[in-house]
Structures are given as C-alpha cells and as structure tokens.
C-alpha cells in the first residue's frame, strides 16, 4: 500500500492530470447549468493537454533550433518538437469546440430563456 | 493524377466547404449546386480511386512530400476505398433528397446546411484515410464538431439534443486522445505503419493496455456503442430531416471503421494485450449492443427513434463480425457494414418523407401512409427485409457471412446474439407493418400527395442499392476478401 503511494507520488504530473480531469468530470456530471458544464468539459480537455506537455518535458534540453550549424546534432540537447505541435492542435480542437458549444448555449437561452438543464426539460415537454 | 486521387478526394469537399460561405454570401442559391457538384465530382474520383487501387495495390501518400515516420501520411488502401465509394454514394443522394425537405425543415439555413455537410464529408474522408493516429483525433472531432452543428442547425428542440451530444462526444474526444498519448508515450511514434512495427515487444506494458482501454472508450462514444449510445437517440431523432440521414448512414460507422484500423491496423490481430484477449472482449461488447439495441427499438413509439436504436444494435452486429479473427467474419463485417449505411440511409429517407409530406411521426399513424402511398410502402418493405436479413437483400448476406465467421472460431455467443438480434428486429418490424397492412388510415378522405422526384429518387436508389448489394454479394464478397483484409489475417 505504501509503496503504491510512494509510486504515485513520485510522479505528481500524472496525479495532477488524475485530479484535474475528475474535477471536470464531476463538474460536467453534478451541475445542472449549461456553462457550468462546458467548463467541466473544458477541464476534462485542458487535463489531457496537459498529460501531454508533461510527459514530453525534458531536463537541460532547449528549443529544437539548431545551437550551432557545424556541430553535430545531438537528441539529448534538444526537446523533441512533436508532443507540443501535438499540443497546440488539441487546443485549436478544444478552442472550436467550445465555439460551438457556447454558440449553441446561445441558441439555447434565446429559445428557452434559461441555461438550466431541469427548467428547459420541463419547457421541452 | 491518379496517384494524387487520395489527397484530392480529401481536399475538394474541404476547399468548397471553406470558400461557401464566401461566395454564396450574396447568392445563396448558388450553394445547392456547388454541393451537388462537388459530390458528383466526389463520387467519380472515388470510383477512379477504387479501381485504380484494386488494380494496382494500396497507395501511400506523403503530404508534401515528407516521408511517413515524420510527416503526415494517407493510407488508401481496399478498406478505405471501398467505404469511400459509400460514403460520397450516400453523401450524393443525401443532398439530392435535402433539395426537397431543405429550405422548410432547416429555417432557412441553406448555406449553413450545405458547408457543415461538405465540412462533415472531408472530415470522414479523412478519417478513412488517416495513417496516423493523431490525424484520427483531429478528423473525429472536425467530423463530430459539423455534425454538432448539424444537429442543431434548425433549432428548436434539436438544440438541448445537440449540446448533449456536444457534451458525450467531446468527452470521447477527450479519451481518445488520452490514449493516443499513452501510446505516444510508449512507442514514441504516432504513424501506425510505424507503430505497428513497435508494439509488439511492448505488448506486455500497461501504458499500452491502457491507451487501447482509452481508445476504445472514445471511439466507443463516438460509434454509440451500447452502453455509451446515450447521445445518439435524441440527437438523429431532433435532427432536420434532411440531416438525420447522413448521420445514420455514415457518422457511426466511419468511427467504427477507425476502431477496426486500431485493432487490425496498429495492434495486429491474435493479439492479447498483457493477457486480455481485446478481440474476445471487444466481441462480448457487440453481442451486448446488437441485444440490448435490438430489445430497446422495440419498445419505441417514434418512428425516427425505433429506427435510430436499430441502427444502435446493427452497429453491435458489425463489431461481433469484425471481431471473430477470421477472414470469414471480417470480410462479413465489413460487407454488413456497408448494408447498414445504405439501409440506415433508406429508413430516415423514409421517415423524412413520412414526417415532412404526411404528418406521420409515431408508429401508430404509420397506417396512412399505406393508404396514400404504395410506393413509399414498398420502399418500407424493402429497408425492412435488409433490416431483418432476409434473402434477396445484402443484409441477409452480411448476417450469413458474420455467422458463418462466428461458427468457424467455435464463439457460439456471438452466433445466439445474431440470431437474437435478428428476431428482435423481425418483432420491432412486425410492429410496424401490423399497422401499415392491418388498421384502417384515420383520414380515410385525405387526398393523395405527389411525392417530389428528389426523395422518389432517393428512396428508389436506397432501395435498389439494398437488393442490388444483395444480388451481386457472391462478386462484392470476393473482391473484399481480395483487397479489404488487413495483414496477417
């Protein structure tokens, strides 16, 4: 037992993914209102960005740009670019689909004129 | 040219989606035609794309020219091709049929309408072709985010369904790309060449049983797999009649088909990954949803939505096929895969004609459509005996061959929740021709109503493509064992 604990503290990047992704997951499950929702959703995405950035980060290393043209390339100086192109394009992905989610609350709040989910249910039927 | 057929079947819908709005901000009308055109045009590359690839063997394209492990690369090979055929087909007589229902059922939204179908067009083509894992993720949520959009394009009730969606399908997102990252993590490459070639010394680490669990949840999502299938049900039933046809058909089954690359693709097959037997597992988790999908369209009063759990259980019916580990089963799998398309297709055409032209949206008016319509009746008739697997049609085919895939690996389950399946699907029909042959219409003096040469046309084609896929299955099957297996089956 203790040595799991010990394992997970070890590595408090991925507990802090753990943490941040259930909090979104609870915010998105318990609360009634459309936005709060969508920041739910929000965390749940911005946690998995960050398992990404930080699996990928790397001590002592630098910018992948050359430190100088003549001398040989050696992987060890530099990070590696991927994870963080990666990176940038889940949350051009996160960005449009919070654009689309909020234009919808919108829709949502001009048709109904409430972003509680129980009072539009009882408006729907 | 016909090296590059891949990419421009990809950028051709992508390029007209971007530039509608801009030309047809003055004239609106002009964006009909720009669609209809661009998936003529779409489905003519496909066929090009198809023989060319049956003839001379699978293509694989370097975006600008980097190679594979490092650049972006697109897989056309059989599987691709042939469900791209499909998707442009449907995509086609989608939009022709939208001609007749569209201005009225979308709010006027045309414009809107016909760049999300060309957005959720390139998206899907690009998912078929994707040989990365990465890209994967991103054509899914472009995919899932026009379709979104769709759902909710005309208002109203379809909003609160299209935030729902919103909600479960970026959660799938969400995993997905979890495990993809676990993946990353474990093999340092996204490419799923390359990846394949990595993974087998590493079946043993737990990263990698767990971005396969991660991956199968999201995509689960996203195919509305059983205990996952919250979302689909309201949104195809709320969605703009000239929407929930194209959702049907292709949505689904396309994320489906993108688990089938996971699985074959970049894991191999008779794999157990750190000694749980995936395939095994993933075809329990069918059985499971043809059942329960078939048992829950059952007790539908709303036309759109018995027809939407159908599909919910047809899709449990594919991934049992393409889980058996044989080529038997695969091939029927991917073979039934394409049946449900096109008989999915033909039920919300129907529906769509049934609500739009004559008020008929619950099982209990069925009966006037009988009355007033031998055509669409026939029409009916036809989706429903694919739907059921009988004889003629290429759903009986599909059935046979996954039961006969299912036989050869002795998984006997399988075979019960087929058949199971299919008798559910038999009772859920007989509910609904108990109505259309045996009651009496309740407006006996309703006049008879022309029905538009669009939606004759679509639902004709629908049909004719359910008898035909099944007349010439004997051909179709051979050529998929031919060209569609994955390597090492």
């Known amino acids: 037992m ?40 929000y965390l749940v995405q911005t946690s998995v960005i960050f398992f990404l950035v930080s699996i990928s980060a790397k001590k002592g290393a630098t910018v992948p740009i050359l430190l100088s043209p003549t001398a040989s390339v ?38 109904y004129g409430s972003l509680d989910e129980e009072e539009i249910l009882k408006k729907l039927e | 040219m016909s090296r590059h057929l891949p990419a421009l079947l990809f950028l051709v819908p992508l390029f007209a989606a971007i530039s509608m709005p801009i030309v047809c901000l003055r004239h609106r009308a002009w964006s009909r035609s720009i669609a209809l055109s661009v998936l003529c045009s779409m489905v003519v590359f496909s066929i090009m794309n198809l023989v060319n690839i049956f003839q001379y063997g699978e293509i694989r394209y370097a975006f600008s020219g980097w190679p594979p492990p490092l650049g972006i690369e697109w897989v056309a090979d059989g599987l691709a091709s042939v469900v791209l055929v499909a998707l ?24 809107h309408y016909y760049t999300l179908i060309l957005l959720l067009i390139s998206a899907l083509t690009g998912i078929v072709f994707a040989g990365d ?64 070639e990595q993974l087998p010394h590493l079946l043993t680490s737990k990263a990698v049983l767990g971005g396969l669990l991660f991956m199968f949840l999201g995509l689960g999502i996203k195919m509305a797999l059983v205990p996952f299938h919250a979302w689909l049900p309201d949104a195809y039933t709320h969605a703009p009649d000239s929407v929930s046809p194209i959702l049907a058909a292709l949505v689904t089954k396309v994320a489906l088909l993108g688990w089938v690359r996971v699985m074959f693709w970049v894991l ?20 499971l949803a043809a059942v329960i999908g078939a048992v829950l369209a059952l007790t539908q009063q709303d036309l759109k939505r018995m027809f939407a759990y159908g599909g919910i259980s047809h899709i449990g019916i594919i991934l049992i096929g393409v889980s058996q580990g044989n080529q038997t089963g695969f091939v029927g799998g991917v073979f039934y895969l394409l049946n449900d398309a096109v008989m999915q297709a033909s039920l919300f055409f129907i529906a769509g004609v049934a609500i739009s032209l004559y008020g008929v949206y619950t099982i209990e008016d069925v009966g006037r459509i009988a009355k007033q319509s031998p055509l669409l009746t026939s029409a009916l008739v036809i989706a429903a005996m694919g739907m059921i697997g009988l004889p003629p049609t290429g759903g009986f085919f599909g059935k046979w ?9 002795n998984n006997y389950v399988a075979v019960g929740a087929v058949l199971l399946s299919t008798m559910l699907t038999l009772a859920y029909f007989v509910r609904i021709f108990e ?9 006996p003096d309703a006049r008879p109503i022309e029905i538009p040469i669009q939606m004759k046309l679509s639902v004709g084609f629908t049909s004719m493509a359910i008898i035909v896929l099944g007349l010439l299955s004997d051909p179709i099957v051979g050529l998929l064992i031919d060209h569609t297996l994955p390597p090492g089956l």
């Open chain 1, 2 to 41: 203790v040595e799991v604990f010990a394992a997970i503290f070890e590595r408090p990047n991925f507990l802090t993914f753990v943490i941040i992704f259930l909090w979104g997951f609870y915010i998105m499950v318990t609360r009634y209102n459309l936005v709060k929702k969508l920041v739910g959703m």
């Open chain 2, 88 to 111: 442009s087909l449907l995509g086609l007589v989608t939009l022709i049929f939208a001609g007749s229902t569209s201005p009225k059922d979308l709010g006027g939204r045309i414009v």
């Open chain 2, 133 to 196: 894992l990465f890209n994967l993720f991103v054509f899914l949520e472009v995919a899932a985010l026009a379709s979104y959009a769709l759902v909710g394009v005309a208002g109203g009730k379809a909003l609160m369904a299209a935030f729902r969606y919103l909600i479960l399908g970026t959660l799938g997102a969400s995993l997905y790309l979890l495990g993809v990252s676990y993946f990353y993590a474990a093999t340092g490459t996204l490419n799923m060449a390359d990846m394949a």
């Open chain 2, 401 to 409: 061959y996954i039961i006969l895939g299912a036989l050869e690996a």
């Open chain 1, 74 to 111: 050696q992987a060890i100086d530099y990070v590696n670019p991927l994870p963080h192109v990666m990176t940038l394009t889940a949350i051009v992905v996160g960005v449009a689909t919070l654009g689309v989610a909020l234009a919808l609350c919108s829709a949502i709040y001009r048709t």
């Open chain 2, 435 to 443: 109505r259309v042959f045996r009651h009496a219409p309740t407006l």
């Open chain 2, 268 to 287: 191999g097959i008779k794999v157990a990954v750190d000694d749980t037997p995936v395939l095994l597992l993933v075809g329990l988790l069918g059985s």
